[in-house]
C-alpha cells in the first residue's frame, strides 16, 4: 500500500516533471539553456538541503552555473546569528540588478531565515523583486512552488504541510563530492538552549527511522560513496522518541557494518547526551572518524545554566577527560560564544580554564548575537568593547593551543581522503585526516574520491605539506 510520504514523493515528481517541460518550451523560445545558482548560508544541515534543491532542480530541466547571475538563483538562508541575515540581505540587491536585465529571472529565498514572520513580511514590502519563498518544513514543497510561480507570476509563499508529508524520502537530491555525503538522522531541536532561534526555525526534534536512513546510506555506498556524515542538531539524542526506539551508538554500530563506507563523521553532539555506550563504539571503531565536536558555548557553570545547557564547567571538563583517555588520538574541536548576557571577567575565565584543560585541535568562537524571540534577547547585554578584548584574548589562546596540536602529527603518516584539486596550486590535491584536518600533497585528479596515506612533511598551523607514500 502506497504510503502518504510516498504518495506526496510522487505528486512532488509529477510537479518537477511539469516544470520540466515549461522549461524545455522557454528554452526553445529563447533559444537558450536556462541555468540556476543555488548558494548555501550557515550550517551542514543548510548545505545537505541545499543539496536536495539541486537535485530537484536538475530534474526540473535546470543546468547548474557557478556564477549567481542565472535564470533561477536560490539563497538558502542561516539566522543564528545576526550577521548572517545581513548578509542575505546586503546580497540581495545585487540579484535585483541582474533580474532588471534578466527580467525572467526567477530568485527563490528559503532556508531558516524564512521561518521567520518578521523576516517574510519584510522581504514581502521591501524586496518585491523576490519570486519564490519557503521555509525549512516546505522544502519538499519546492517543485510544487516553482510551477505556481510560472504558471501565476507573482510571489508566491510556501505553506504549511501536513505531519505526515514532513519528511519525504523519495526526492532527488545532487551530492556536491561524488565520494561523500551528509545523511539527515533527524531534524529540528528540543533543547531551546537560552540564546538559540534555531528550535523556532527548525521545529521540534525528529528522527528518522533506523531503516531509512541505513537504506540511504547502503544507497550511497552502492553509488561509490566512502565517507558519510550522520546530520542533527544533537545526534546524541537520535532515536529517543522513536515508536521502537535506537539509540545513537546502535545506528553506529550498523552503520558501521555497510560494506563500501569506510569514513564516518557525525555532527553535532550535545555534552549533555554523551553517552558512555557512544565512547565505546568510538574507541572500537575502525570507521568513525577520530573526530568529535563538542560544543562547550562557555566555560562558567553559571553562564551554562543561563543558556539552559545542562551540565558544568566541572562536568563537560570530566567528560572530555574520559574521551581523551579512551580515544587518545581523538581530535576534540568546539564552538565557544563569548560576551553572553551577563558574562563576568570571572565568567570569561572560566571559559579560558576549559580551553587550556581540554586543548581543542580546534575551535570556533562567536561573538554572542541577540536574536529576537529567545529568552536571553531581553537580558542585559555585555560592553562592546569588553566583548572585543575577550574574543581577541580567547582567538589567540585557541590558535596557539590548535597549532601546537597540529605540530604533533608532523612527521607522522596518515590516511588522507582526497577532496579536489588544490584551489591555489594545480599541481597539488587536497584532502582530509579523519581527524578532519587538511593536507595538501602533490597529486591529480585520478586520486580524488581515494584514500591514501601521506606523509606529513610540514605543519602550516592549520593545514599540513605531505608527501605522498
Ligand atoms: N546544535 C549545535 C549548535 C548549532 S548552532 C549545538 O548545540 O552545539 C552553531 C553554533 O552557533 C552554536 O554552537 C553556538 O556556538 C553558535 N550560536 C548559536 N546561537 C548564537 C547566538 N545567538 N550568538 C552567537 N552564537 C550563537
Ligand atoms: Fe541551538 Fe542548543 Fe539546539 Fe544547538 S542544542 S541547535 S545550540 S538550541
Ligand atoms: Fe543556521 Fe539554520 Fe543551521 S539557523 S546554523 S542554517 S539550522
Redesign the pocket.
Known amino acids: 500500500m502506497e504510503t502518504l510520504k510516498e504518495k506526496e514523493a510522487a505528486l512532488q515528481k509529477s510537479y518537477m516533471r511539469e516544470v520540466r517541460m515549461l522549461v524545455e518550451d522557454a528554452e526553445k523560445r529563447r533559444g537558450k539553456k536556462l541555468t540556476y545558482h543555488v548558494t548555501t548560508f550557515g ?1 551542514q544541515m543548510n548545505a545537505h538541503d541545499s543539496e536536495k534543491l539541486k537535485g530537484m532542480l536538475d530534474e526540473m530541466g535546470y543546468s547548474e552555473i557557478e556564477s549567481e547571475n542565472a535564470d533561477f538563483v536560490i539563497y538558502n538562508t542561516c539566522t ?2 545576526e550577521n548572517a541575515n545581513l548578509k542575505v540581505y546586503g546580497r540581495l540587491g545585487r540579484l535585483h540588478s541582474y533580474k532588471k536585465k534578466n527580467p525572467d529571472m526567477i530568485i527563490g529565498l528559503c532556508g531558516c531565515m524564512m521561518e521567520e514572520k518578521d523576516v517574510v513580511e519584510k522581504i514581502k514590502s521591501s524586496y518585491k523583486f523576490v519570486d519564490i519563498i519557503f521555509g525549512t518544513h516546505n522544502l519538499f514543497q519546492f517543485a510544487q512552488l516553482t510551477l505556481r510561480r510560472l504558471q501565476e507570476n507573482k510571489m508566491v509563499i510556501g505553506f504549511e504541510a501536513d505531519d505526515n508529508s514532513k519528511i519525504i524520502e523519495d526526492l532527488p537530491s545532487r551530492r556536491k563530492y561524488s565520494f561523500k555525503s551528509g545523511v539527515n538522522i533527524m531534524y529540528g ?1 528540543n ?1 531551546f ?1 537560552s ?4 528550535p523556532y526555525v527548525r521545529g521540534r526534534e525528529y528522527s528518522r527511522e533506523a531503516e531509512d536512513i541505513l537504506s540511504e546510506i547502503k544507497a550511497l555506498a552502492d553509488d561509490g560513496v566512502k565517507e558519510i556524515m550522520l546530520l542533527g ?2 545526534v546524541n539524542s537520535y532515536g529517543k522518541t522513536l515508536a521502537k526506539p535506537v539509540s545513537f551508538a546502535e545506528l553506529l554500530r550498523k552503520t558501521e557494518e555497510i560494506e563500501g563506507i569506510e569514513r564516518i563523521r557525525f555532527m ?1 553532539s ?1 555534552p549533555k547526551d554523551l553517552s558512555d555506550e557512544l565512547i565505546d563504539v568510538m574507541a572500537e571503531s575502525k570507521k568513525i572518524c577520530k573526530h568529535l565536536h563538542l ?1 562547550v ?1 562557555s566555560g562558567s557553570s553559571e553562564l551554562l545554566k543561563k543558556m539552559n545547557r545542562h551540565y558544568t564547567k566541572e562536568s563537560y571538563l570530566e567528560l572530555a577527560e574520559k574521551i581523551q583517555k579512551r580515544i587518545p588520538d581523538i581530535a576534540l574541536t568546539t ?3 563569548v560576551g553572553f548576557p551577563g558574562e563576568t571577567d570571572e565568567d570569561f575565565e572560566d571559559t579560558m580554564d576549559v580551553v587550556r584543560k581540554v586543548r581543542y585541535d580546534s575551535a ?1 568562537t ?6 529576537t524571540g ?1 529568552p536571553a534577547a531581553g537580558w542585559e547585554s555585555v560592553p562592546e568593547d569588553v566583548v572585543k578584548e575577550r574574543f581577541d584574548r580567547l582567538l589567540n589562546e585557541v590558535q596557539s593551543i590548535a597549532s601546537e596540536k597540529a605540530m604533533a602529527y608532523e612527521g607522522k603518516t596518515l590516511d588522507v581522503l582526497v577532496e579536489g584539486i588544490n584551489e591555489h596550486d594545480s599541481s597539488l590535491v587536497t584532502g582530509r585526516l579523519s581527524n578532519n584536518s587538511t593536507v595538501h600533497f602533490a597529486g591529480d585528479e585520478s586520486l580524488i574520491g581515494k584514500i591514501v596515506p601521506v606523509y606529513l612533511k610540514e605543519c602550516k598551523g592549520f593545514y599540513y605539506l605531505g608527501e605522498r607514500k
Open positions: 550550517c543564528v546569528r531541536c533543547n538552549c540564546y538559540c532561534i534555531v542538531q544533537n553535532t550535545h560544543p558555548q564552538d565557544i560564544i570556533f562567536f561573538i554572542y548575537s541577540k536574536r529567545t
